[in-house]
C-alpha cells in the first residue's frame, strides 16, 4: 500500500531563500508525481507533474525532481516569496489514485 | 476551455440531510475522481468514475454515501443524513485518460453540517 511521506511538516524562512521541500513514497511503481499548493480555504493549484518516465520539470522559479529508486521527490523554490506562502502537497498516482502527503506549510517571511 | 466546475462552494447542510455535490469535468474528460479533505488531514481518495461506471470506490464509506456519473450530465456525489464527521471540503478531479495522465482539479465544495 502506497504511503506518501512530507518533511519538513512546516518551514518558515526569510524571503528571498532558496528551499527544498522533501517528499517520499514507498512503492515505486508510479505512473507520475504531482506537486500542489493550497491556500487557506482555497482549492489545489496543479505546480508541476513528473512523468514517471522522467527525472524532472521547471516552471519558473519551481524545479521538480523524481528519483523512483529511492522514492524520493524534491520540490525546489528559488528566491522565495512571501506570496510563496501556502501549503505544498505532493501525490503520487500510482493507479489512477492519488495518494497524497500531508503537506508542508511554508511561510516566506517578508 | 473551461476548468473543472463544481457546484456549490459553500453547502450548509443540518444533520439528517441529504447534501448533493456536482462536478462537471472538463470538455472531453471523460474520467472523474472525487477526494475529501478532512479538516486539518491530508486529502484521501474515494470514487474513480467513467461515464455510467463506478471503477473504484474503495475509499468511500460504505454507508450514507454514493456517486454517480451519468452519460448526461455532472458528476454527482451524494451523502445522505448527513452527520457532524461529513463537514469537509470535496474535490472533483478529471482527466482524459486514466493512466499516466495529469488530473485537474475544481474548487472544491466546503460543506458544513450543523
Known amino acids: 500500500k502506497q504511503e506518501v511521506t512530507q518533511i519538513p511538516a512546516a518551514l518558515s524562512v526569510p524571503e528571498g531563500e532558496n528551499l527544498v521541500l522533501n517528499c517520499s513514497f514507498t512503492?515505486?511503481?508510479?505512473?507520475?508525481l504531482q506537486w500542489f499548493r493550497q491556500d487557506p480555504g482555497k482549492g489545489l493549484t496543479s505546480l508541476l507533474l513528473?512523468?514517471?518516465s522522467q527525472r524532472e520539470q521547471t516552471s519558473g522559479r519551481l524545479n521538480a525532481s523524481l528519483d523512483k529508486s529511492s522514492g524520493r521527490s524534491t520540490l525546489y523554490i528559488a528566491a522565495s516569496q512571501p506570496g510563496d506562502s501556502a501549503t505544498y502537497l505532493c501525490?503520487?498516482?500510482?493507479?489512477?489514485?492519488?495518494?497524497w502527503g500531508a503537506g508542508t506549510k511554508l511561510i516566506i517571511k517578508p | 476551455n473551461a476548468g473543472v466546475m463544481q457546484n456549490p462552494r459553500h453547502l450548509v447542510r443540518r444533520r439528517g440531510q441529504e447534501a448533493r455535490l456536482r462536478c462537471s469535468p472538463m470538455?472531453?474528460?471523460?474520467?472523474v475522481y472525487w477526494y475529501r479533505q478532512l479538516p486539518e488531514e491530508g486529502l484521501k481518495f474515494m470514487v474513480y468514475l467513467q461515464k455510467e461506471n463506478i471503477i473504484d470506490e474503495s475509499g468511500m464509506p460504505k454507508e450514507r454515501f454514493s456517486a454517480e456519473f451519468p452519460k448526461e450530465g455532472p458528476s454527482i456525489l451524494r451523502i445522505q443524513q448527513v452527520v457532524r464527521g461529513d463537514s469537509a471540503a470535496y474535490f472533483c478531479?478529471?482527466?482524459?485518460?486514466?493512466?499516466?495522465?495529469?488530473?485537474?482539479f475544481g474548487p472544491g465544495t466546503r460543506l458544513t453540517v450543523t
Open positions: 512503492d515505486s511503481a508510479i505512473y507520475n
Open positions: 478531479a478529471s482527466s482524459p485518460r486514466a493512466r499516466e495522465g495529469e488530473q485537474y
Open positions: 501525490a503520487s498516482d500510482s493507479n489512477y489514485q492519488l495518494i
Open positions: 470538455k472531453g474528460h471523460s474520467h
Open positions: 513528473i512523468q514517471s
